[in-house]
């Protein structure tokens, strides 16, 4: 993988279990029914024996894969978000993270990119559920490169965990040499006029419109944070104390998400102006996934507006 390349995540985390699976020989997939979507089957042509199909059954999949755990096998189990958080969310809670149990799920077609499918399989409020899930790690990661990085933290870590990934193409903003923590943000730009805190597959577009900003002489710094649970304080608060406007850029809703849970920090750590930019409170229509980010306010030329409006003052009364 080079920089720039246009790489799918759910790609990446196919080829990344695959990778795993030679050094992780515990490690078991269940994917139920979307393994061409998730691209897990790259795993069952790898390891069959170790790679089960559920059908379109994602409760009873998150209950195998407590079971499993129990029994000590490293459960990954696969599914559209949407589906992972709503669907089996009871199951999520009572069988996986109130007992603590080693699972980790991936949910697929994060956000918007969905292929055209709407409302029933956008998930835009999937963040703000395992957010709030007690005992859950919640990442969401920027580019392919990253993807590898995070599968391999997420496996050795013990304790459940959401991993969620998009199914659009994106193009790769890190180096293979990239250090991936949980729980640690990365600095991505210098700059001391306003600082854009980014998550996910909006990472290059917050890179994107540092660099336009930067043509008009305004200094936006960008922290990408992939771990929204638990989020890294430190890195927010110096955000705030040294420029003293944020903008949060999610492909999520705003209510719950990266932006809620930087409004939280700053709000007791560090106040500052802020401005989330997310979905406002709204199914998400059927249609081409840049024609809807842009509907929304999501997309280059808004974060950078936004900035500018905060570098003006125009936003002093605080965050929306």
Partial sequence: MNLGDMIAPR???????????????RLVVLDADVSRSTYTYLFEEQYPERFYEIGIAEQNMVGIAAGLAATGWMPF????AVFAAKRACDQVRVSVAYPRMNVKINGAYGGVPTGKAGATHSSVQDLAVMRAMPNMTVITTADAVEVHKAVRAVLEYDGPVYLRTVRCPVPVIFEQDYDFEIGKAVA??????????????????ALEASDALAQEGIGARVV???????IDEDAI?????ETGRLITVENHSRIGGL????AEVTSERAPCRLYRLGFPDTFIESGDDEAVFSKL????ENIVAKARDAVSGRLEKGSK
């Fill in 259 to 262: 932006g809620g849970a930087v």
């Fill in 188 to 205: 991505l730009r210098p700059g001391d006029d306003v600082a854009i805190l980014s998550t996910g597959m909006m990472t290059y577009k």
């Fill in 77 to 80: 189990v696969s599914t559209f």
């Fill in 237 to 241: 608060v110096q955000a705030s104390e």
């Fill in 11 to 25: 790609e990446a985390f196919g080829r990344a279990l695959v990778a795993a699976g030679r050094d992780y020989d």
């Fill in 224 to 230: 990408h944070i992939h771990t929204l649970k638990p």
């Fill in 297 to 300: 306010g999501v997309n280059v």
